[in-house]
């Protein structure tokens, strides 16, 4: 028995309805593992042609933007830290955080790599700093402010891999005070391996070296490549809904 357009539509708007993700307004803000980094890549296809978002970079905001018709702001700057060290204008915790949109449905802060030890080396400081110029008070600041100031939107952080401890523990220590929700991609066994993961001690070094030979733009550049971005959208999907 066919369809009549009417029922068509009828049932296509019953789908967009139960989609909680569907139009909504995503601001995704971090590093070079969000805007994307192909620098290298040997890869043609490296943006999409064509739909929603064409000439985007492949990236997971993308990738997921477009499956559920979100209008998508990746936010995110390559190099970029949480921690204003004096180095970087554009360090998140400095002006960009202010600059959300006050109608933004989904908030996503994916930082700390370029923090770590082997990058900028950020002072980790206490949990209780309000000083930007350490980790965690660049944290508490920025996390009071989008709660005070954008208090219906869905706020969640991803703990990255390639972020090296002790910072993915002060992302989490800091996620938890504020009680915001994360995806543990570091260090949760239940999250799906990616390369660059050093906290998941018992992954046998096999699969390590696969993921790394996987998900790596190319031996000069160990950024996520497009797979690696496509495959991580499948799961930072299922956790935004759950925001």
């Not at 192909?38 to 042609?49: K, R, V």
């Not at 979100?70 to 830290?81: F, H, L, P, R, V």
């Not at 959300?100 to 949990?127: M, S, V």
């Not at 260090?187 to 030979?213: N, S, W």
Request: net charge negative; hydrophobic share 35%.
């Amino acid at each position: 028995m066919g369809y009549t357009m009417e029922e068509l539509t009828k049932m296509v708007e019953e789908l967009q309805q139960a989609n909680v993700l569907w139009g909504k307004k995503w601001v995704a803000c971090g590093d070079s593992f969000t805007e994307g980094d192909f620098t290298d890549s040997t890869d043609a296809d490296l943006t999409f042609t064509e739909g929603l978002y064409a000439g985007k970079n492949k990236v997971y905001p993308f990738f997921i933007g477009r499956r559920n018709h979100m209008e998508i702001i990746n936010e995110a700057k390559c190099g970029s830290t949480m921690t204003n060290l004096g180095t970087r204008q554009d360090s998140f915790s400095i002006e960009r955080y202010k600059q959300i949109p006050k109608n933004a449905d989904y908030i996503t802060l994916c930082f700390g790599i370029n923090d770590d030890e082997r990058h900028q080396d950020a002072p980790i400081g206490k949990i209780d700093d309000t000083v930007n110029t350490t980790f965690y008070g660049a944290w508490n600041l920025v996390l009071e402010y989008l709660i005070t100031n954008h208090p219906y939107a869905k706020i969640g952080i991803i703990v990255t891999n390639g972020c090296a401890f002790p910072h993915t523990e002060a992302i989490r220590r800091v996620a938890r005070k504020w009680a915001i929700p994360y995806l543990d991609v570091a260090g949760d066994y239940q999250v799906p391996m990616m390369h660059r993961v050093e906290e998941k001690t018992e992954v046998c070094e096999k699969a390590i070296k696969l993921r790394m030979e996987q998900f790596i733009v190319c031996e000069k550049n160990k950024h996520p490549n497009v797979k690696a971005h496509e495959y991580e959208s499948t799961f930072i999907e299922n956790w935004l809904r759950s925001l």
